[in-house]
Structures are given as structure tokens and as C-alpha cells.
Nanobody
Framework: QVHLVESGGGSVQAGGSLTLSCAAS????????LGWFRQAPGKKREGVAA????????YYSDSVKGRFTVSLDNAKNTVYLQMNNLKPEDTAMYYC??????????????????????WGQGTRVTVSS
């Protein structure tokens, strides 16, 4: 079992920045992708950013590409999401996600599906205009 805890959400004005953190504990033997999803009120949960566990390659949804950066600190078992130039449409609950080790997916495919084994409790991001 993997336990994920997000932090770093908050309220900012458009154009501002936030950095989210996701600390993993427990059985940290997970599949090759880790990352972030978000869910806005009344909308489906969608993939935002993913990174492979080597921390080498990262992938983003078109809506955040160029503004968000995902990174991984394996020594701390922590995944980060640096969010710059935030827009009101980025307002959502942000969730960290991971899968059991036997799940084998390319990270782009992983990001395209919200059927994950492990979820954090979420951290809220609100962007005002």
C-alpha cells in the first residue's frame, strides 16, 4: 500500500505561482509513472503532468504545457508540481497519483486515464482573475 499526501495548494491571483508537493510513504515500489491530476467542480478528473520514476522524462496536458513543471526527488520520495502563470481555469482540486508496480503503461497513456491505484487526498488550488 502506498500513502500519498499532497500539500502546497492555496489561493492566488491570475499570473501567480504555486508549488505543490506530494510525499509518498509505505510500499514505495510503484510503476514507472507518477504524477498529478486535477478535478474542477462539475468536471471529470483529468491528467495534468506525469514523470517517469527515473525523473528523466515528463509529460503534460496541452492546457498546462509551458506553464507547469513536474519533478521528482527520489531521495525524499516526493513529487512536485511547479505551477506558473496560473489562470482561473486552473482552479481545481489537485491530486497526486501512482500505480502498483505491475501496471505497465507509457507515461502519456498513464496521464490519459484517471484509473489509478493510489490517490492522495487532494489539495485545493483557487485562481482569481
Amino acid at each position: 500500500q502506498v500513502h500519498l499526501v499532497e500539500s502546497g495548494g492555496g489561493s492566488v491571483q491570475a499570473g501567480g505561482s504555486l508549488t505543490l508537493s506530494c510525499a509518498a510513504s509505505g510500499d514505495t515500489y510503484v510503476s514507472n509513472c507518477l504524477g498529478w491530476f486535477r478535478q474542477a467542480p462539475g468536471k471529470k478528473r483529468e491528467g495534468v503532468a506525469a514523470i517517469n520514476i527515473a525523473g528523466v522524462n515528463s509529460y503534460y496536458s496541452d492546457s498546462v504545457k509551458g506553464r507547469f513543471t513536474v519533478s521528482l526527488d527520489n531521495a525524499k520520495n516526493t513529487v512536485y508540481l511547479q505551477m506558473n502563470n496560473l489562470k482561473p481555469e486552473d482552479t481545481a482540486m489537485y491530486y497526486c497519483a501512482a500505480d502498483r508496480a505491475e501496471v505497465i503503461l507509457s507515461c502519456p497513456r498513464w496521464l490519459a486515464s484517471n484509473e489509478r491505484n493510489y490517490w492522495g487526498q487532494g489539495t485545493r488550488v483557487t485562481v482569481s482573475s
